[in-house]
């Protein structure tokens, strides 16, 4: 199943991945958390069982895998795994979890009181903010928190060297339910212009 799995992925960044329409590709949306221990996340037999908690080393063998698959087959594509655990929540990010496996980083956070971080002088790479928004258990679901955390993040992006930031909300819109409203966290982005 892995080798007909890298076998698809080269053949889709064969036929895709020199797209001018696309600036980088997430090749697995939060491997650490998904795939390891970092997340968490219960185990088989567990209701909804979500992760097989593998080992850090499984789990880099298996980017790097992924990566060079994708790399051979458009080697101009910017690759990245997103990370919701190691780039912000440490004072000294593990980049070594990400060596040979991307191209920039895409940094996930989801936190009601954001901080900024010093990621120019602790990663060796590009970064942006793939996913914003407040904690997912409180205020990513509350606008005034979410669109707070968004402004925090979009105010400093500059600054702080990042490259975009994709602000996230919980039904997954900047719109409310009124047609061509904004929700408070659409109003933040469009201000940010």
Known sequence: MRANYLTAVGQ???????????????????AYNSLGREGGL???????????????????????DLYRA????????????SDTTELYWKDQPDTAKYEG???YYDIHVYDDHPGARDWAHSLDKPYL???????????FKDQSTNSQVVGFWLSRARALG???????????????LGPGTLTQTGRVIEAAG
């Open 12 to 30: 889709f960044f064969h036929r895709f991945g020199t797209r001018q329409t696309v600036v980088g590709w997430d090749l697995f949306n939060e």
């Open 101 to 103: 496996a991307v191209d």
């Open 162 to 176: 990042i490259r975009a930031v994709l602000a996230h909300s919980s039904d997954g819109s900047v719109y409310a």
């Open 129 to 139: 903010l793939g996913e914003v928004g407040g904690d997912i258990e409180h205020g």
């Open 42 to 64: 219960p185990r088989p037999p567990a209701d909804d069982p979500v992760s097989p908690n593998y080992a850090d080393p499984v789990v880099h063998a298996w980017i790097q």
């Open 70 to 81: 994708a790399k051979s087959a458009a080697p101009q594509a910017w690759l990245t795994y």
